[in-house]
């Protein structure tokens, strides 16, 4: 069974560029999660989406980040200005229905903002 | 809002030894989850062990269990027999159990284990 797909892996940016990432979840995962990791930290939940709708995205920035999940399948996670501060590791997981089910994560996109 | 700690940044421990990771939380729930995930280098997190608050067994995956004391709030983490492989950044984390509908996972700031040959 193919994990969560993540890409690109790395990306270096430079301040109010933007940027996106995508994620292909594992197949048949209803639930598809982004997760910000700001180095030396835990990750944080941004936004979840079950299947194509949003379940939570209270810890979304939403003047600078966007995400959509077309279809119920791919998502794209986009910040646009990026800032200094968005520096991180942008980890995807799904899960097979619900928050219930255990989460299984991509390899992440290193983010780098100069 | 939940918290988790952990309060040890950095462990080492011998191959072969057994090693004991620390975490607390805050929460005024009764019902809710508990977790370990494991983040090797290579960055692809996954989850070692999960507990269930309601069940008082502590809950043990091969080599790796769980020390959970409910009214102490304290979930630590045994790894028994280490291995090489076992080298990695350690991740406490809560989630509030389900009622209707998701919830999301509460991280530690993580306890970064090398386990030396």
């Known amino acids: 069974e193919a994990g969560v797909a993540q890409s690109p892996r790395y990306k270096i940016i430079e301040k109010r560029q933007s940027v996106a990432f995508w994620c292909n979840p594992i197949s048949g995962h209803a639930t598809l999660y982004w997760y910000q990791q700001i180095l030396g930290q835990g990750p944080k939940l941004l936004i979840q989406f079950q299947n194509n709708g949003v379940v939570d995205d209270s810890q979304l920035p939403k003047d600078r980040f966007s995400a959509e999940r077309l279809k119920g399948v791919d998502s794209t996670l986009k910040i646009q200005p990026a800032k200094l501060e968005d520096s991180a590791v942008y980890l995807c997981?799904?899960?097979?229905?619900?928050?219930?089910?255990?989460?299984?994560f991509g390899p992440g996109t290193r983010l780098t903002v100069t | 809002a939940q918290t988790v700690t952990q309060s040890q940044p950095e462990m080492s421990v011998q191959e072969a030894e057994t090693v004991t990771l620390s975490c607390t939380y805050d929460t005024s729930e009764n019902n809710y989850y508990l977790f370990w995930y494991k983040q090797p280098p290579s960055r692809q997190m996954i989850l070692v062990i999960r507990?269930?608050?309601?069940?008082?067994q502590n809950a043990t995956e091969n080599r790796f269990s769980v020390n959970f004391q409910k009214a102490a709030k304290s979930f630590s983490l045994k790894i028994s027999d280490s291995q090489l492989g076992d080298t990695a950044m350690y991740f406490c984390a809560f989630m509030r159990y389900p009622q209707g509908g998701s919830e999301k996972l509460v991280f530690g700031k993580g306890t970064k284990l090398t386990v030396n040959p």
């Open positions: 997981a799904s899960s097979f229905l619900s928050s219930r089910d255990e989460q299984y």
């Open positions: 507990q269930e608050a309601y069940k008082q």
